[in-house]
């Protein structure tokens, strides 16, 4: 029999967990083949939910509580997993909210996910057949489903669907591999983080229709002001393509700028677009290097400066293209046209040319 440890996050949830608890009993008595302990981490609930699970301590056997001071739910899931490696030698866990919005009656089809091979299972809400709950205010929907875009875009990882879902099963590999270093993450950070770890690593992912339901007792822990400002610290801090985007844009105002000067000067437009894209092309290749690319980042006076040769000379194709757009269009549509011809051509020509050129060859990892 395979051993489940069943980790269930506990903040004031007194009217939720003694029925839950005996809900997942019942899911696990049925399917049969699995050893079940279930660990409460409660942080202190005021409403005394340890006491409602210490009275089912004394009626079950495979129940633990463990109590600890109030630092979160990423924390209190990593304390459950560090317990239940040390208590249980545990080869498959469990993650659930205590408040009925993760029906307990899924959790045979995850293991079916599971039989089939997947390494790690979740409830989302982002496939056929799931759902968020229709009562949502509109505020609390955005934050959901952007939340979700946004991670998903910013990542580049375009599956699984629902990355913030706290609905899951994985095998304890997973987490022994990939799951440590994590405590600094809060709320769904955390479980962002997470996933994209064992995304990273190559463990197969599996998701099942979850119908996320509205609470009927307590109420939610997570504010979703921090939720959002965290997240999105998060995704920018790991995104090369949001990093890459924000670096473009400041760029691309620089360039505006001095070319625009350039053209008070009564510089020729095609010369002034192509000068000022230089200057910005290679703001860009320091910003790059200091922040989007920063995990491989060239250093050391030699290479850099050898490095940043080959890349004046890779740009100088992107200078190319531009001074060509701007000087053939201008002909056709006069001087003032000249941004419209710049801005064209950056978002046509020069930026799938710099984001090939700059993976393929700048910072490449086997490029000394
Ligand atoms: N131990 C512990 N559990 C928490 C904490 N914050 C939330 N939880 C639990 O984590 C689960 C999900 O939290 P909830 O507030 O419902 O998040 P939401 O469903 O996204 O609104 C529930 O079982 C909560 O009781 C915390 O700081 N510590
Ligand atoms: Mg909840």
């Not at 995990?295 to 080959?310: C, D, R, Y």
């Not at 740009?315 to 003032?336: E, H, K, L, M």
Request: aromatic share 16%; hydrophobic share 45%; with cysteine.
């Amino acid at each position: 029999m395979k051993r489940v440890v069943l980790i269930l996050p506990t903040y004031n949830e007194k009217d939720n967990i003694e029925t839950l608890i005996i809900s997942i009993q019942k899911v696990f008595q049925k399917l049969g083949q699995y050893q079940l302990q279930i660990l409460v981490v409660d942080d202190f609930s005021p409403d005394g939910t340890a006491k409602v699970v210490e009275r089912l301590t004394a009626k079950f056997q495979n129940i633990a509580l463990i109590s600890k001071k109030k630092e979160g739910l990423g924390a209190a899931i990593i304390y459950g997993v560090n317990y239940a490696f040390k208590y249980f030698s545990p080869e498959l866990f469990i993650q659930i909210d205590a408040d009925w919005q993760h029906n307990p009656e899924l959790l045979p089809a995850f293991f079916n996910c599971l039989e089939k091979g997947a390494d790690f299972v979740i409830g989302s809400r982002y496939i056929k057949g799931g759902s968020i709950p229709i009562n949502w205010g509109i505020n609390r929907k955005i934050y959901s489903i952007a939340g979700n875009a946004i991670v998903r875009i910013g990542l580049g990882m375009m599956t699984p669907f629902d990355w913030t879902s706290g609905y899951r099963l994985y095998k304890s590999d997973v987490f022994r591999k990939v799951g440590y270093g994590l405590e600094k993450y809060s709320g769904y950070t955390f479980q962002v983080a997470f996933l994209r770890n064992a995304k990273t690593a190559g463990y197969k992912i599996a998701e099942v229709p979850l119908q996320f339901v509205d609470r009927i007792h307590g109420r939610s822990k997570i504010a979703p002001l921090d939720y959002i400002k965290n997240l999105l610290i998060y995704i920018l801090n790991n995104s090369i393509f949001l990093k890459y985007l924000i670096i473009g844009i400041i760029g691309f105002t620089l360039q505006t700028l001095l070319t625009k000067l350039l053209i008070t000067f009564k510089v020729f437009p095609g010369i002034a677009v192509a000068v000022s894209s230089f200057f910005a092309i290679s703001a860009n290749f320091i910003g790059n290097n200091l922040w989007t690319f920063s995990h491989n980042k060239i250093s050391g006076a030699s290479k850099l400066l050898k490095k940043f040769t080959h890349f004046i000379a890779t740009s100088i194709g992107a200078v190319v293209i531009q001074f060509i757009v701007v000087s053939v269009g201008v002909y056709f549509w006069g001087d003032n046209a000249w941004f419209l011809l710049m801005t064209f051509a950056i978002i046509f020509l020069v930026i799938p040319y710099n984001y090939f050129i700059y993976n393929r060859l700048i910072w490449k990892k086997t490029l000394d």
